[in-house]
């Protein structure tokens, strides 16, 4: 069984703004391109400065790989072929990736495309469905792998798209009728991607500076997207570590011996003269 199935504990502490003690900073290569000035954008690039991550900003690049997360918050923008090519790319050598998507209002402008990429990188097909304009929803019990090291009993939505169906991923938090709006991706579930993890939250407005405790599911949301792959499994042959030459020439050498051996005892017996 995966581990992200096993249901955590939802604590209801206050989250703090500080960053957990010896979280690793992070490389972030934030996308705004067309969207500089929203409040939403402003505000989620500000909480990943102060959280000490090494924060670089601007438009589309067609390679990604000096970067450890890439946060795409174009939340009205569609894509194009040249970020299917290096998203691919960015998340089959192991990448993180946050995507930013928006109510229904946004469908033309970013949700459909954003849905369309996401099948595209291997991520499964989103099914989105409606939800009131303010929403309160609970973490699953999969998605309470975002609610660390910063707890929260409920994440509320300034006005969200709705999301049925996750695809190959989980939904992070739903309100009623079991409709949510943030969908996360773990270790595995992006095909062809074994080592990426990706988020995908449709609403920009909850990193508001209107927003309690903003700067906390932010860091939540890093230390997901920066958690370290599981282990490859083992490729050394079964029943433990792989000999020592030395140790291997010992080994050839009694084979041969025994060989000798067993030669000697299975040849005929000579016959005494009579």
């Known amino acids: 069984m995966n581990f992200r199935h096993v249901a955590a504990a939802l604590a209801l502490a206050v989250p703090l703004f500080a960053a957990a003690p010896g979280a690793r900073a992070a490389a972030i290569y934030v996308i705004n391109a067309n969207v500089q000035g929203a409040v939403g954008v402003v505000s989620a690039i500000s909480h990943l400065t102060a959280l000490d991550h090494a924060v670089s900003v601007g438009g589309t690049l067609a390679d990604y790989a000096a970067y450890d997360q890439v946060w795409d918050l174009r939340y009205q923008s569609n894509f194009v072929l040249g970020d299917l090519t290096a998203f691919s790319n960015f998340l089959g050598s192991g990448g993180r990736m946050y995507f930013a998507g928006e109510h229904a209002g946004f469908d033309a402008q970013r949700n459909v495309s ?9 991520a499964g097909d989103v099914l989105y469905d409606a939800l009131p304009a303010s929403d309160a929803q609970t973490f699953t019990a999969e998605g309470a792998l975002l609610n660390a090291p910063n ?9 969200a798209r709705g999301i049925r169906d996750p695809g190959n991923g989980f939904l992070v938090t739903e309100g009623a009728a079991g409709i949510g709006s943030m969908v996360a991706w773990d270790f595995g579930d992006i095909i062809g991607s074994s080592d990426a993890r990706v988020v995908a939250q449709w609403d920009i407005d909850v990193f ?3 927003v309690p405790n903003g700067r906390s599911w932010v860091e939540n949301i890093v230390g997901f997207l920066g958690a370290d792959a599981p282990a490859a499994p083992p490729t050394s042959p079964p029943g433990g570590s792989v000999p020592e030459p030395g140790t291997l020439l010992l080994m050839g050498l009694g084979l041969a011996g025994l060989a000798v ?14």
Do not use: V, W
């Open 208 to 210: 508001r500076p209107t």
């Open 151 to 159: 707890p929260f009993a409920s994440i509320t939505y300034l006005g």
């Open 261 to 274: 051996a067993r030669r000697k005892a299975n040849a005929p017996i000579a016959s005494e003269p009579r």
């Open 114 to 122: 954003l849905r369309s990429l996401l099948f595209a990188l291997g």
